[in-house]
């Protein structure tokens, strides 16, 4: 009796190990580690695709865009502004229109960024996602 108390003692102690070990505290992934300084500046488009809810999608259309990020947190692209903040290689933006825009910095090298994004606006139950990869001006 004694060893069956024992085998179902170490069964649950196995199964509480394994029951916290699937559980994360963050479900999204983050990207590579990436100060403000060094994301502060212009940054070029050099190659970018997309798709989007409504089915939408295209490849390199923002060739030479450009991307302000300044030092006062707010962010400027395509004529349009944004507030920012940086967080474990996750820079997102918001604007007052309500989209949020999450960038996820795959790497960060030689003054290149490649990254991906998913854009969210929810007042049009809109997404669109997709990758970028920008150089510094």
């Known amino acids: 009796m004694k060893k069956l108390k024992n085998v179902w003692l170490i069964l649950s102690l196995l199964l509480m190990t394994l029951g916290m ?3 994360s ?16 500046g212009t940054w070029k488009v050099t190659a970018n ?7 939408d999608s295209g490849r390199n259309d923002h060739l030479g ?8 947190a707010t962010a400027a692209f395509r004529g349009e502004s944004f507030d920012w903040t940086l967080k474990k290689g996750v820079l997102e933006l918001s604007d007052s229109r309500g989209r949020n825009i999450r960038v ?22 809109y ?9 510094r001006v």
């Open 25 to 40: 505290t963050e479900d999204d992934p983050t990207g590579v580690e990436v100060s403000q300084s060094e994301i502060i």
């Open 104 to 125: 996820v910095i795959l790497s960060y090298a030689d003054d290149k960024i490649q990254a991906t994004y998913t854009c969210t606006f929810e007042s049009e139950m």
């Open 65 to 72: 865009q450009t991307l302000s990020v300044k030092e006062d």
């Open 127 to 135: 997404t669109e996602e997709g990758n970028y990869t920008f150089e």
């Open 21 to 23: 070990a699937g559980c």
């Open 49 to 55: 695709d997309w798709t989007n809810s409504e089915e």
